[in-house]
């Protein structure tokens, strides 16, 4: 009856299961605990190698983003000194422009206060108009190019920084 019930038959003298079952846990846990040590044992290694080696990478990255942040940095400080430079070129430009032109104009009363007739006068007038604008043409091709030199040498540095930076890049991922 037994068999068929699949019932344990108690033991003698009132004993249970409960040291059979112990015993079986024991050498089971045994066996996971040492299948654990040495799975253990085994990963141990590689996860130690791959967390050295996203620490070398994580510090490799770091490198190469502060010497970028400290070339970009470099860059506008450069960049800034040039727009200085320059707007200070254009500054004193303007200025002699306006000198210029305050001369001619000064020159120009002078002149009209010496004139004997109101014909005279007009055709000083005239001829001072005439050469104003020619001047004035001429004052204004200066300025022209001195800005593009300003601009060309202020964002020098920023082109050529996109330039390495993009390079780089490209040595990156060939």
Do not use: C, W
Not at 21 to 28: C, F, G, K, P, W
Not at 92 to 110: G, T
Not at 136 to 157: C, G, I, K, Y
Request: glycine share 4%; hydrophobic share 40%; aromatic share 4%.
């Amino acid at each position: 009856m037994s068999e068929i019930y699949n019932v344990t038959p108690m033991r003698p003298n009132g004993a249970d299961n409960r040291a059979d079952n112990s015993a079986s846990e024991d050498v089971a846990s045994h066996a996971v605990n040492e299948s654990a040590e040495d799975t253990v044992g085994a990963v141990a290694p590689s996860v130690r190698a791959l967390a050295e080696t996203m620490i070398a990478q994580y510090r490799d990255a770091y490198e190469r983003g502060r010497e970028s942040m400290d070339e970009a940095v470099s860059m506008v400080e450069v960049t800034i000194e040039r727009g200085g430079e320059g707007a200070i070129a254009l500054n004193r430009k303007v200025i002699d422009i306006a000198q210029d032109n305050l001369n001619s104009s000064l020159d120009l009363a002078k002149q009209l206060a010496g004139a004997d007739s109101l014909n005279t006068a007009m055709e000083l007038n005239v001829a001072f108009m005439r050469k104003q604008f020619e001047t004035f043409t001429a004052q204004a091709q200066e300025v022209r190019e001195l800005t593009t030199q300003v601009a060309n040498n202020t964002s020098a540095p920023a082109k050529a920084h996109v330039s390495h930076s993009i390079q780089a890049l490209n040595k990156t991922n060939h």
